[in-house]
């Protein structure tokens, strides 16, 4: 792999960046169908994440 930065390209700012991961994010709940249901731990996890999430905004 490549891992050289290439200097013509700008920095994104944070908001910017937030605002794509949050698009991509949404595509692929749209695009993703749930196959089956959680385990009750696993649950918790997400349940979890989704509560941090929401206190960070």
Known sequence: MN???NSDVEPI???TSRSICD???ERL??????????SPHLQ???DELRRRD????
Request: proline residues 4%.
């Open 3 to 5: 891992h050289r930065i």
């Open 13 to 15: 700012d944070h908001r």
């Open 23 to 25: 698009a991509v994010g």
């Open 29 to 38: 709940q749209q695009s993703m169908r749930p196959e089956a249901e959680l």
């Open 44 to 46: 918790r996890l997400v």
């Open 54 to 57: 929401n206190d960070r905004h």
